[in-house]
């Protein structure tokens, strides 16, 4: 794990709020020179801490607008090939994420469809016809909110 002091936290938590924040601004907002905050999020990024910045896309406004969660339960015999399978199903262009979990099901993904004739097309092709898919529930989400706002949670890591 990387040695992150006070002001790396602070950088940190800006850019979780604004990745479109210049160097300049950064460097005025946390009190150092350019070429300082430079350094430090190129070291940042060298050191695995930052892993990028990405464009917030508003599928919804794309037409893409319903949002589901499949709970999938592998069979038994399938489930040693479950890293395999969650990497799989992200080469779906409708699958927007896709985790192991424990508990009941052994894996959840992420869809985003245009509406639920769309989501029911994709759940059986795509997933129900599976040999090594034993069962699926699927939940359609109503709302959703994200924290982008990293600075709480960056002070638990201090």
């Known amino acids: 794990m990387a040695s992150l002091d006070r002001t790396d936290h602070r950088i940190l938590a800006l850019l979780s709020k604004n990745a479109r924040m210049s160097n300049k601004e950064l460097a005025h907002a946390v009190d150092l020179s350019p070429s300082s905050v430079h350094e430090r999020t190129r070291r940042l990024f060298e050191n ?10 508003r599928l919804d406004r794309l037409g893409l607008a319903l949002r589901a ?37 052994d894996a959840v993904v992420e869809l985003v469809t245009r509406n639920t004739d769309h989501l029911h097309r994709i759940v059986v092709e795509k997933f129900s016809s599976r040999d090594e898919i034993h069962r699926i529930e699927t939940s359609i989400i109503f709302e959703n909110a994200r924290q982008n706002d ?3 949670t960056l002070e638990l890591a201090q």
């Open 150 to 152: 990293l600075s709480a």
């Open 48 to 57: 695995g801490v930052l892993a990028g910045a990405h464009a917030d896309v």
């Open 69 to 105: 969660l499949l709970f999938v339960q592998m069979s038994e015999h399938e489930k040693t090939n479950l890293d395999a399978f969650v990497k799989g199903v992200l080469q779906i262009p409708e699958v927007q994420a896709a985790w192991m979990i424990s508990g009941r099901f």
